[in-house]
């Protein structure tokens, strides 16, 4: 094991044991049995410790250790060969930690970084070397970018020549309006969590509708994550989602991610519960095995 190895290890299972702890005792039902043919890719997850330097202006920030090690044990446990790596907000721009468990993870993992739109050329190549394959304008609470400003369109032309995809967390309602627009610039789009339609009309909400004809522009991925966060009845509307989003989109663009370690839900929450639910949502084996490993080409697995 390497001195970086040994860093993340002293770090996070000391503080970390107690929420490892909490989770595997969770009592969940193994996951149904796969053999797959290709990878098993979780293409949603955080890795943070509180020893890092939280961003100003945050709206949350964990009391709890979710390092390295212990995601790439949900990996391990739940039958997933890959993962990919989500920068939290709550930690801001800086991607040094990111950066670090994806090389400490020796190729397993890929990463998604939050960036300042002045961000260089030169530092995007940084972050490409490192493994990190797109950004994620987590937009919650925040107002919409102007895209039309200069330093949007100059990064959206760096984010492009990259051949870098833009992940997005946001109400329906607003990424229907905003979505066109940045597939107008060539870009391939990712949509966190079926898309945050309004929880009170679930695939009722007219924006839902909009989001499903946005499967037509072959360059929009949808991720089937965390349906606890479209509200207290999630799993039910994921159920009606799935099917939608699946004849809208194809299953090579649909995304399978665990959430872990499932920031603000983390009482009712586990790895294992979120992976043994994708078994009832996708009951066909080979339909689940195409969504697990869809995103190796998008990632560049």
Do not use: C
């Not at 004809?213 to 479209?230: D, E, F, Q």
């Amino acid at each position: 094991m390497d001195r970086t190895k040994r860093a993340i290890t002293r770090r996070g299972f000391a503080a970390g044991a107690v929420f490892w702890a909490a989770s595997a005792g969770s009592g969940q039902k193994a996951f149904a049995a796969m053999t797959p043919q290709d990878n098993t890719i979780d293409t949603h997850a955080h890795v943070f410790h509180r020893g890092l330097k939280l961003a100003p202006g945050r709206r949350y920030a964990p009391e709890y250790d979710a390092p390295l090690d212990l995601y790439l044990k949900q990996l391990d446990d739940n039958g997933m060969t890959n993962g990919v790596l989500v920068q939290p907000s709550f930690l801001g721009t800086d991607n040094s930690y990111l950066a670090e468990s994806l090389k400490t993870a020796g190729g397993r993992l890929r990463g998604i970084a939050v960036i300042d739109a002045a961000i260089s050329p030169e530092q995007i190549g940084v972050l490409d070397r490192a493994s990190v394959v797109g950004i994620r304008l987590n937009l919650v609470g925040q107002p919409l970018p102007d895209l039309a400003a200069p330093e949007w369109k100059g990064l959206l032309a760096n984010i492009k020549a990259a051949h870098w995809q833009i992940e997005i967390q946001r109400n329906a309602a607003d990424l229907a309006v905003l979505v066109p627009k940045l597939l107008d610039h060539g870009l391939r789009i990712v949509l966190d969590h079926y898309a945050l339609p309004d929880p009170k009309l679930g695939v009722a909400d007219p924006a839902f509708a909009e989001i499903l004809k946005l499967g037509a522009s072959r360059n929009v991925w949808i991720k089937i994550s965390a349906p606890y966060r479209n509200g207290g009845n999630g799993e039910a509307f994921a159920r009606e989602a799935y099917s939608l989003l699946r004849n809208a989109y194809g299953l090579d663009r649909l995304l399978w991610g665990s959430d872990w370690p499932h920031t603000q839900f983390e009482a009712s929450q586990t790895y294992a519960k979120n992976r043994h639910f994708l078994d009832e949502l996708v009951t066909d084996p080979d339909e689940r095995a195409k969504i697990l490993a869809s995103p190796k080409a998008l990632f560049r697995f």
